[in-house]
């Protein structure tokens, strides 16, 4: 008999929401995770500290608002860190008390502290007193996240030089910073200092950011990233960082030299297995301390999952729920669907990027026909009347059929206006159905409309030609 049908180690999404299943299944659960971190990296340094963060800045810059009122406009001239924070503070203290009623709603038992294997069925939990205790489980879940990886080369102070962490911490607001990494994290810190004025160099060693990306998309936020006075250094890396009192000075490998109050690393995560002593189970991580799972999540040994950033890709709160869900179920052997490959994929840059499906480049080098249909919120009475001139949504429609192969959205609402498309595209619908759809009017997501019209009359003239 064990303490537990089900253990899970971490409470962030992807653990939360497998406790939950789990308990919902009638499994007796238990949730392993540290006091002052109750909804994991995501709830306390990760997505809605830097989601809140951002609309602080967004609000107390008056940055949407400048197309109407002027660039001067603001709603508070000088903003500070308690500003920003005061929001944010707020947001993850209400954010923990929905969890915490969640999993007592559910009757999930939480087991304070930090847990690691000492067999395949026993988890030793170690609290912040430094006591210990033993508990056993028939299937045990992992979901213990990830944290920023860090050179060794880099002597990080968390004051001068930081990780993405380290943003929350900061006592004022830099005058200049280097953000080192244009991947997802990076650039949306980069945007949001930017906004508040920070004169901001991104270094990326790749010679684009956000390669995954649609390069159209990509190439109109870098404009935008410029209009804000951000600085690019592509294919540039940052060889050492040179402290200098309470300023910084990076030295990239070409011999520039950049001088910062900040310098932000950005380089990726690292999985959190190496805090779980995974070979007292029979498990082992790769070098970037991830897990390797097939698709039910199950590890190699069977009674054990893992789901959430430890697994990998995509590493988003969105999809780690679903993974916990579907892992918690087939813990329970409860029949359940598999997860569905149409997956958004959201970056709360400023302003924001949103997209499903395929990208032009991917169908490219797919050999793979498309049309491309646009529509630009400047020209559609809504995107006026927010003052919202540069926003653009792109559908990506197959001449043979007619199906939407990919959407992608730059602008105000880009992470909510996405899902109308992948919902049509998850319904096998075409771009007829967009096209004969009546929109509310004045709105965004009127966007559609005109971009399937643009993509049918594309294709309309390729086909009166071809006859």
């Known amino acids: 008999m064990y303490d537990f049908d089900v253990l899970v180690l971490g409470s962030g999404p992807g653990g939360q929401k497998a406790a939950i299943a789990a308990a919902k299944l009638d499994r007796r659960v238990g949730v392993v995770e540290r006091r002052n971190m109750i909804g994991g990296v995501c709830i306390n340094t990760g997505t809605i500290p830097s989601k809140t963060l951002?609309?602080?800045?967004?609000?107390?810059?008056?940055?949407?608002?400048?197309?109407?009122?002027?660039?001067?406009?603001?709603?508070?001239?000088?903003?500070?860190?308690?500003?920003?924070?005061?929001?944010?503070?707020?947001?993850?203290?209400?954010?923990?008390e929905v969890i915490r009623?969640?999993?007592?709603?559910?009757?999930?038992?939480?087991?304070?502290?930090?847990?690691?294997?000492?067999?395949?069925?026993t988890i030793e939990i170690s609290d912040e007193q430094?006591?210990?205790?033993?508990?056993?489980?028939?299937?045990?879940?992992?979901?213990?996240?990830t944290r920023p990886a860090r050179p060794e080369s880099v002597e990080f102070d968390d004051v001068?030089?930081?990780?993405?962490?380290?943003?929350?911490?900061?006592?004022?607001?830099?005058?200049?910073?280097?953000?080192?990494?244009?991947?997802?994290?990076?650039?949306?810190?980069?945007?949001?200092?930017?906004?508040?004025?920070?004169?901001v160099t991104v270094v990326e060693r790749?010679?684009?950011?956000?390669?995954?990306?649609?390069?159209?998309?990509?190439?109109?936020?870098?404009?935008?990233?410029?209009?804000?006075?951000?600085?690019?250094?592509?294919?540039?890396?940052?060889?050492?960082?040179?402290?200098h009192g309470r300023t910084a000075v990076a030295v990239l490998a070409s011999g520039k030299r950049i001088a910062a109050d900040t310098v932000m690393y950005s380089a990726g995560r690292q999985g959190a297995a190496d805090l779980l002593s995974l070979d007292k189970a029979g498990l082992t991580a790769d070098a970037r301390g991830r897990i390797t799972v097939d698709?039910?999540?199950?590890?190699?040994?069977?009674?054990?999952?893992?789901?959430?950033?430890?697994?990998?890709?995509?590493?988003?709160?969105?999809?780690?729920?679903?993974?916990?869900?579907?892992?918690?179920h087939h813990a329970c052997d409860e029949p359940v669907r598999a997860m569905q490959q149409l997956q958004p994929i959201g970056i709360y840059t400023i302003p924001e990027i949103s997209f499903v499906g395929r990208t032009e480049d991917d169908l490219t080098d797919a050999s793979i026909p498309f049309e491309v249909g646009i529509s630009r919120y400047r020209e559609l009475a809504r995107g006026q009347i927010i003052g919202d001139?540069?926003?653009?949504?792109?559908?990506?429609?197959?001449?043979?059929d007619g199906k939407i192969l990919g959407v992608h959205v730059f602008g105000t609402g880009a992470t909510e206006l996405v899902h109308i498309g992948q919902t049509v595209m998850g319904c096998g619908g075409t771009v007829?159905?967009?096209?004969?759809?009546?929109?509310?009017?004045?709105?965004?997501?009127?966007?559609?409309?005109?971009?399937?019209?643009?993509?049918?009359?594309k294709m309309r003239s390729v086909s009166r030609l071809s006859a």
């Open 101 to 121: 009623s969640q999993l007592a709603r559910n009757r999930i038992r939480l087991l304070p502290g930090t847990g690691r294997f000492v067999d395949p069925h």
């Open 130 to 145: 430094g006591r210990e205790s033993h508990v056993t489980a028939d299937k045990i879940i992992l979901a213990a996240g």
């Open 54 to 96: 951002r609309e602080a800045v967004m609000y107390l810059t008056g940055l949407n608002q400048r197309e109407m009122y002027g660039q001067s406009y603001r709603v508070k001239e000088d903003i500070t860190v308690s500003d920003l924070g005061a929001r944010t503070t707020h947001v993850i203290g209400r954010e923990i």
């Open 160 to 199: 001068t030089i930081i990780d993405s962490d380290g943003i929350l911490n900061l006592d004022k607001v830099p005058h200049s910073m280097v953000v080192v990494g244009a991947g997802v994290i990076g650039i949306e810190y980069a945007s949001m200092f930017a906004a508040l004025g920070t004169k």
């Open 206 to 243: 790749r010679d684009r950011m956000l390669d995954f990306c649609d390069l159209e998309i990509v190439e109109a936020l870098k404009y935008h990233l410029r209009d804000l006075s951000v600085s690019f250094r592509f294919r540039e890396s940052v060889a050492a960082v040179e402290k």
């Open 295 to 328: 698709e039910h999540f199950r590890t190699e040994v069977p009674h054990i999952y893992a789901v959430g950033d430890i697994i990998g890709f995509p590493a988003l709160a969105s999809t780690s729920m679903e993974q916990g869900r579907l892992a918690a």
């Open 389 to 400: 001139s540069y926003g653009m949504l792109k559908i990506i429609v197959s001449p043979e």
């Open 432 to 457: 007829d159905y967009l096209v004969d759809a009546v929109f509310n009017y004045p709105t965004l997501a009127e966007s559609y409309k005109v971009a399937a019209l643009d993509a049918m009359n």
